[in-house]
């Protein structure tokens, strides 16, 4: 089995600043993606900023230039650095791992239980 915690999140003011963290455990290969969605009230999951196990990154029109992604490789870790908060950036952020099995299998996803990130005006 394999568990994604995050940690972080809470309220914050427009402008300001907050960071999640995320770590993956268990047993598993290789993670080749790890990354961060988000859901806000009555909208779905949407994409925020993934990165690969070998530094690619991508992030969302919305947040790119605002947020950070980065990631250890040998911790199983990711954070994610928000700045110039809005306050339609209020949503559930959920971190994702992508894992594999072997040098062969496919990809299994897995969630972590998301952290509420507030942000007022």
């Known amino acids: 089995q394999v568990q994604v915690v995050e940690s972080g999140g809470g309220p914050a003011q427009a402008g300001g600043s907050l960071r999640l963290s995320c770590a993956a455990s268990g047993n598993f290969f290789s993670i080749p993606v790890m990354g961060w969605y988000r859901q806000a009230p009555g909208k779905q999951r949407e994409l925020v900023s993934i990165t690969a196990s070998g530094g690619t990154t991508n992030y969302a029109d919305s947040v790119r230039g605002r947020f950070t992604i980065s990631r250890d490789n040998a911790k199983n870790t990711v954070s994610l650095e928000m700045n110039s908060l809005k306050p339609e950036d209020t949503a559930v952020y959920y971190c994702?791992?992508?894992?594999?099995?072997?040098?062969?299998?496919?990809?299994?996803?897995?969630w972590g239980q998301g952290t509420q990130v507030t942000v007022s005006s």
């Open positions: 994702n791992a992508d894992v594999t099995y072997s040098s062969s299998s496919g990809r299994f996803r897995f």
